[in-house]
């Protein structure tokens, strides 16, 4: 996009939650508004949960500070003057037109790009306190990985917040450690986002004026039998006002994409979702295996046979709507299978148990200070839904990762638990 | 199978090749005569290159030697005493039903199933010494990986020796660390057998009768544009008496499949082959991200766009031959790639080479004894032909290896190299 073509109004962003991973997506997000002035507002809102930080006595800010700011002081004074998330993403220097801000809704004010970065729990309480002060028109883009899923259907986190909100969302999902990533070292990401076509003559939605009367779970497997893409139907989506340069491919990159952390923007929402839940099921296995010592050519297999079951449950599940080269070929899909059964906790956990001789539930409480294993948790919520399919046989791997954290069986009859039938 | 089905002929199998991973298939493949012996005969010959072994004084063959029998003996002798390969393949007890030959016209005699297992550089010498002294009929598969890399031109060993001796040959290759295969941990393989329809009454070729007057380089670049599978047009094939259980995809699997390495039988054998060969390119520069640090984002960032342009390369370079699954989702393609990524003497030296601030070719000098490493010789073949296609730019990645081992550019600037253009 050149200089030359100004537009009317710029882009307006706000990254909603200022984790470790939040924190890094606004110094990246940050340092593309600079870059590309023509589009973009340089500043960039980032709303922080507000609380009391007390800087370290050693650090280079308390050193700096004066007397009367050396007791505990709010985390966004902090940001806003040492540019530094002390707390969740210390020692990255962010960019100075970050700027945190303890007050949701003065966050989101004006802003036509707003993006998801917080734990999936506090979606819908979240959507609730936005309603009525985003813009109608607004576009999300959810940096939350993996999918809901009940019993007999699976929500995508970005249609949860399209439905609550009134707006389109998409999904940004891959290999990314947010520590690497935040020390700019060379990460991809996969960024899906793939709004309906508008009807310009659409009064505004109900939704962004007040409480949604929508439901905030999209059954997708239901939607996928009508032959749609994967977005929401209950929605109706307000057009961008034409002062500004249209929210395509081409401007979500620009405002991702880095020399360090290169983009890739798809329109396979379903699939880039589903993929960053799935992989940390088949991390558990690659952990056993290595628990076990079998090698490499054993674990290769085990995230092949994982990668396999992904696309088929895509396939099978969103017929409609996933693309399976996402699995195949995109950051989202096989690339963050790799980190994840390279490294992160779920196969760490999966490994320590096989070495100790402890069950998972052990090893869990011992080295996630309380929190629980995601890929037991989805290995679970996915075994009921493809029992509720009558698709158990059909995802093997799915299935006996599952059975062996139950008890059920045991990870060193993994290659006869995974051998297709005949 | 039912064993209740009688064949008036069983399928005599010969190994030809007993080095490491020749070895490793003798073991396997008379495992699975011996499981299936209504098919199979259940001895299987294994060619050996005959050379004098002196025994390890403390080895418990040695010990059990009489005292004649302590000097340098035969190889074929110790591996038909002790059951053994002492030389290539210590430690691993191999069937007694794996008869080592020293005799290469001996070991073919009316085996109807030849497995090639032996170094490209031996193909045609040995193909030149099978001519009229194997059944016409018998079925090929060959186990060497790679391919034939000319300057405007790619052919299949499995091609040349199908060409050279006038018989189909499959190929077989995968995640395969031979070493963990002969312990019997888990693996995986993908088996690639295509035989083209026969016509049943055509005559012998010549080929099988003496010197083959067809050349021994296959174009199937050229092939491909002819809209053929990728198969021989020059073999006219004969037909396998009606005697024998049909050589199908399900009698190719009975032969390799065991419970500790699984196999698929595809259709592919040009895919299967080229990831064989381009997954040591990518390994190279894998070996790099790993030698400067740069995590795991990154490593997985590389592995996937190898894994993009080895499909690519399969679909643009051989359109009509290639499934471009067997990159993304067979043991041959992105299993493969993983453990070559994660090990392996490319990675290592790559690796090694960033570290220690040496050429690749003093590591090389250091660590292979002499012996080329096979990611930089194949990345400057593919080079060449991709120069030739005029296509350098649309494989970044493989022409970045290149252009690094060259000197003309630092593994540094990887993600500037591979960065695609707008």
């Known amino acids: 996009m050149s200089g030359l073509t100004p537009y009317a109004k710029k882009h307006k ?6 984790g470790n991973w939040g924190s890094t997506i606004a110094k990246m997000v940050a340092e593309s508004t600079a870059e590309h002035s023509d589009l973009f507002e340089r500043d960039v809102q980032m709303w922080v949960y507000e609380e009391d930080v007390q800087l370290d006595e050693k650090s280079k800010h308390y050193k700096k500070s004066s007397e009367t700011s050396q007791g505990p002081q709010k985390l966004t004074h902090i940001i806003n003057t040492f540019h530094e998330n002390v707390k969740y993403l210390p020692g ?19 802003s036509s790009i707003l993006i998801f970065n917080l734990p999936h729990q506090f979606i819908l309480g979240l959507c609730k306190q936005l309603r009525g002060h985003i813009l109608p028109y607004a576009r999300g883009i959810s940096c939350i990985k993996g999918v809901n899923v009940h019993e007999s259907s699976i929500g995508l986190f970005s249609e949860t917040i399209g439905e609550e909100l009134g707006i389109y969302c998409g999904a940004l999902s891959g290999a990314n450690i947010a520590s690497e990533v935040a020390q700019e070292k060379f990460s991809e990401t996969t960024v899906a986002y793939d709004p309906p076509p508008i009807d310009s003559q659409a009064p505004t939605p109900a939704t962004s004026q007040g409480p949604s009367p929508v439901s905030s779970h999209v059954d997708l497997t239901q939607l996928a039998h009508k032959d749609v893409t994967g977005r929401p139907s209950k929605v109706k989506l307000r057009p961008l006002p034409q002062e500004y340069q249209a929210i395509d491919h081409t401007t979500i990159k620009k405002l991702f994409h880095r020399r360090y952390f290169h983009v890739r923007v798809v329109s396979d929402v379903a699939g880039v979702s589903l993929g ?5 099921v088949v991390a558990v296995a690659a952990g056993w295996v290595d628990g076990l010592g079998w090698g490499d050519n054993a674990k290769a297999a085990i995230m092949r046979v994982g990668l396999l079951e992904m696309r088929e449950f ?20 096989v690339a963050d299978l790799i980190t994840t059964c390279s490294g992160g906790r779920n196969h760490r956990c999966a490994m320590l148990s096989i070495r100790e001789g402890k069950s998972i539930e052990e090893i869990e409480a011992r080295e996630l200070n309380g929190q629980k294993l995601q890929g037991a948790m989805t290995a679970h919520e996915v075994n009921t839904f493809l029992k509720s ?11 006996a990762v599952h059975n062996i954290l139950k008890g059920n069986g045991k990870a060193e009859d993994l290659p006869d638990l995974i051998e297709p039938s005949e």
Chains 1, 2 share one sequence.
């Open 13 to 18: 962003v706000t990254i909603i939650g200022s």
């Open 92 to 110: 990255i220097a962010l960019p100075h037109n970050v700027i945190a801000n303890p007050s949701l809704t003065d966050s989101v004010k004006d």
């Open 276 to 280: 960053g839940a799935l992989k940390n």
């Open 314 to 333: 895509g396939n099978r599940f969103f017929p409609h709507t996933v693309n399976p080269d996402t699995f195949t070929v995109e950051s989202a899909g």
């Open 389 to 399: 399919q009558k698709a158990e046989k059909d995802f093997p791997l799915l299935t």
